[in-house]
């Protein structure tokens, strides 16, 4: 997790928009800019972990994460995410869940967030991907 040190980027939400859950409004961020592509549950072999949308949502989150930290990023320096979700009623079912494994992995400090359904993704199996940008300093 990063400290506060200022170099993260700055969560703004407007007290005229709902209190935001488990995302931020909107992210301010000055210096390097970091793409990551989307990530599912993809095991080192290139193969789709075995699990619920709950333990998917894990391993995709730790491969963006580790994408992330290859390129020098931290978890509080993410500035948006996409979720892209197979089935949403199921993902909204596990949301707390999915939530405690955002917390343990990445913290408290949101991004930006929008969550898709979609009909299905590349790897059929794959009932989550998340793809993110992230503001590192200067």
């Known amino acids: 997790m990063t400290k506060d040190d200022g170099s993260a980027p700055r969560r703004v939400d407007p007290p005229d928009l709902a209190r935001p859950s488990g995302f931020a409004h909107a992210v301010v961020g000055t210096g390097r800019t970091v793409y990551l592509a989307g990530q599912t549950a993809l095991d080192a072999e290139g193969r789709i972990v075995p699990g619920d949308v709950v333990a998917q949502f894990e391993r995709a989150l ?77």
Do not use: C, F, K
């Open 62 to 138: 730790s491969n963006l994460l580790t994408a992330l930290r290859a390129a020098g990023g931290e978890p509080a320096q993410l500035a948006t995410l996409t979720i892209y979700i197979v089935d949403m009623d199921d993902y909204r079912a596990h949301a707390r869940e999915i939530g405690a494994v955002w917390r343990r992995l990445a913290g408290t400090r949101y991004p930006a967030t929008s969550a898709v359904g979609v009909a299905r993704l590349w790897d059929a199996e794959a009932l989550v991907e998340l793809q993110g940008t992230a503001v590192l300093p200067a």
